[in-house]
Structures are given as C-alpha cells and as structure tokens.
C-alpha cells in the first residue's frame, strides 16, 4: 500500500474515532499489549500503543475487531473529574483492568 493511501486511511480512522468521542491523541496500535507501566522520570505512565498516558488524569483505551481487516487502535483519554476506577469508563462491550490506579479499557469495535 502506498504511503499517500495509508495517511488517507489514517486520516478516515482518525475522523471515526473523533465522531465516536475518542479524544484527540490517538495511535495505532504497534507490539505489546498495552499493559503495564512505563517509568519516566517520577512518573508512572500506562503505555498505550506508540504513546503513554498520564495515570493521574488519562486511562488506555483500545478498540479491536470490527469487519476485516478490523481495527486495533489504542488512545489516551481522559478520566472524568474525581474517578480513578474503571466503574467510571466501563461501557457495553469493553472490559476494564485497574492495574493499581493504571487503568485500561478494551472495547469490541462495532
């Protein structure tokens, strides 16, 4: 696939998430499965695909499946004022691990 029609395709699955409420740092999903904390400093950070996300107000959440060729793309979002608990996040068809306050969210793509 050319590069010129990869960015357009990206440029389309960045559009659907932002239409869907994803916020606006999204990254595609490459190696790894999104668990565990990445140390930077005097910070804890989520690792989240290509990006890391900020424990204290941002939680991972990676959207996989879909129609082939299906989807595994993985975004920082921020956490709603006052929650650090997935009973914040979760919604129909997405499961939620709180891996000591690094929260995660994995949803099924419609």
Known sequence: MSLDR?????????????????????????GGDGGGAVETGDASWTPCGDA??????????????????????????ALPPGCHACDCVIAPGCTCIDDTGQISLTCDAP
């Open 6 to 30: 990869r960015s357009g395709n990206l440029a389309v699955l960045a559009a659907l998430l932002t239409a869907a409420g994803c916020g606006a740092r999204t990254y595609l999903g490459h």
């Open 52 to 77: 890391s996300c900020d424990p204290t107000a941002e939680y991972c959440k990676r959207v996989v499946g879909g129609p082939p060729p299906g989807v595994d793309v993985r975004s920082c979002q």
